[in-house]
C-alpha cells in the first residue's frame, strides 16, 4: 500500500500531501504536551475585539450543522456584541444549492470543503478574502498552504481553514470486536454484519474501492486514478458499483447527517458503518458504546472552512468571527464539541483529556501515515461520481 511522504525542503505542496502533513503534524506527542512556543501567546487570555465598528450587528452563516457547537457561538456573541444568524447544512450539495439559489445571498460566510474547489469556482458566487484581516498566521501552515493551494485564482484567496476531521469506521463496542491491525473498509462486508452497517452511496463506493486497491484486486494507485479524467473514473467504478449492488442487503441505513448517523448507532441496528469521526466519537465522549478507527486503507481526510459570498453585507463582523474562530480558544471550542480537530497552533493543548485520548485510539501506531486525502473534486468528477452513488442507492 503507499504511503504518502512528506515532500523535500523547498517542494510546493500539493492539496493532498498539505492535508497529510497537516494530520501528521498531531502526533500523539502533540496532544500529550502542550504546543510550541508559536501557539503560546494565542492560547493566552481571552480574544478581543480591536475594531468598534464591528463589535455590533449582525453575522449570517451557512454552516455545516455540527461544526459550530456550544459554547462557540454564545461565546463569540458575548465577546463582541455581534448577533449569529444560523442556517445549518448536511452536505456540501445542499450548501451549493443554497448559493446557486440565492447567488450567495443573505449569507456573509460559508463552509466549503477544501476539496471542492473547483466547483465553487465554477458557481461563481464568491469574493476573494483579504488575508490582511484575517489572523493567517494563527493557522498551522500546512492548512495556510492548502486553502492558498487549492483555493486561489487570479491571484486572489477564497478559502480559510477550520476544522479538520476523516471518514473511517465507527461500530458498537458491545456488539464487535475489532482491532486496528484487521480492521479494513472490507471488514463491513463481512458475513456477521449483513443488514447492519450504515455509510454514504459514494463514501461507501469509495472505501470498497480503497479495500480492492489494498488487496490488489483493483490496483488503481489508491483510487487517485479515479480522479485523472472520467473514463478513468468509468473503469475503476464499474468494477465498484456490481460489488456495492451485490451487497445492497448489508445496508441497514444511508446516513446523510450527523444526526442520523448517531441514531443509526443507537436507536437503529446499525453496528458497523463508514462515518465521519464527530458523530462517532461525540457519541464516545458521552459514554455511549462507540468507538472509531481508521483503517489498514487509511482515513479519508477532509478540511472544512470559510469563504465569503460576492453578496455578503456584514463584512467586518465577518472578519471578526474569523479572527475568533482562529485564536487558540476558537479552535479548541470547536474541536471540543464537534469531535473533529483543530487547526489552529496551541488550540490542541487546550482540549480535554478525554478529546486527546479519543484522538490517539481513533489513529492508532501508524494510521496518521496512512491517511487518504480528499483530492481536488472538479465538476465532472462530482456530476458522474453523483450517478454511480444513485445507482448503489436505487438499486
Not at 500523539?28 to 487570555?45: C, E, H, P, Q
Request: with cysteine.
Amino acid at each position: 500500500m503507499t504511503k504518502p511522504t512528506n515532500p523535500p525542503s523547498g517542494t510546493k505542496l500539493s492539496g493532498a500531501e498539505a492535508t497529510v502533513q497537516a494530520a501528521q503534524s498531531f502526533t500523539r506527542r502533540t496532544l500529550l504536551t502542550r504546543s510550541a512556543l508559536l501557539g503560546t501567546a494565542a492560547a493566552m487570555g481571552p480574544w478581543i475585539v480591536k475594531d468598534a465598528l464591528s463589535s455590533s450587528g449582525s453575522l449570517n452563516l451557512l454552516n455545516w450543522d455540527d461544526e459550530l457547537p456550544d459554547p462557540v457561538i454564545p461565546t463569540f456573541e458575548k465577546k463582541t456584541g455581534i448577533k449569529v444568524n444560523t442556517t445549518p447544512f448536511s452536505q456540501n450539495e445542499e450548501q451549493i444549492n443554497k448559493l446557486q439559489a440565492t447567488g450567495g445571498g443573505g449569507f456573509d460566510l460559508c463552509q466549503p470543503t477544501a476539496d471542492r474547489a473547483p466547483q465553487f469556482k465554477d458557481l461563481e458566487v464568491l469574493q476573494p478574502l483579504d488575508p490582511g484581516k484575517m489572523a493567517l498566521d494563527a493557522i498551522l501552515p500546512a492548512f495556510v498552504a492548502l486553502s492558498a493551494k487549492l483555493w486561489t485564482w487570479e491571484g486572489k484567496l477564497y478559502h480559510t481553514a477550520h476544522t479538520w476531521g476523516s471518514e473511517a469506521l465507527s461500530w458498537r463496542t458491545d456488539l464487535a470486536t475489532l482491532e486496528y491491525k484487521t480492521l479494513s473498509y472490507g471488514t463491513m462486508w463481512e458475513d456477521r454484519f449483513k443488514g447492519k452497517v450504515q455509510g454514504r452511496p459514494h463514501s461507501l463506493l469509495l472505501g470498497i474501492g480503497l479495500w480492492m486497491d489494498g488487496t490488489g484486486k483493483l490496483p488503481s494507485n489508491r483510487m487517485l486514478d479515479a480522479f485523472k479524467d472520467e473514463a478513468s473514473f468509468k473503469k475503476i467504478y464499474d468494477q465498484i458499483l456490481p460489488f456495492a449492488i451485490a451487497h445492497k442487503s448489508w445496508i441497514k441505513q444511508f446516513w446523510d447527517s450527523s444526526d442520523n448517523t448517531k441514531s443509526g448507532l443507537i436507536d437503529n441496528g446499525v453496528v458497523i458503518g463508514q462515518t465521519w469521526d464527530g458523530p462517532a466519537l461525540s457519541l464516545k465522549k458521552q459514554g455511549k458504546p462507540v468507538t472509531y478507527m481508521a483503517p489498514q486503507e487509511g482515513a479519508i481526510t477532509w478540511l472544512d472552512g470559510w469563504s465569503m459570498p460576492k453578496a455578503a453585507k456584514n463584512v467586518e463582523q465577518a472578519y471578526e468571527w474569523l479572527k475568533f474562530v482562529h485564536s487558540a480558544e476558537g479552535s479548541a471550542m470547536v474541536a471540543e464539541g464537534s469531535g473533529y480537530n483543530p487547526v489552529v497552533k496551541g488550540a490542541d493543548s487546550l482540549l480535554s483529556a478525554v478529546a486527546k485520548k479519543n484522538f490517539q485510539e481513533a489513529y492508532p501506531a501508524d494510521a496518521l501515515d496512512r491517511l487518504w486525502p480528499r483530492p481536488a473534486e472538479p465538476t465532472w468528477f462530482a456530476e458522474l461520481r453523483n450517478q454511480y452513488a444513485e445507482k448503489f442507492k436505487a438499486a
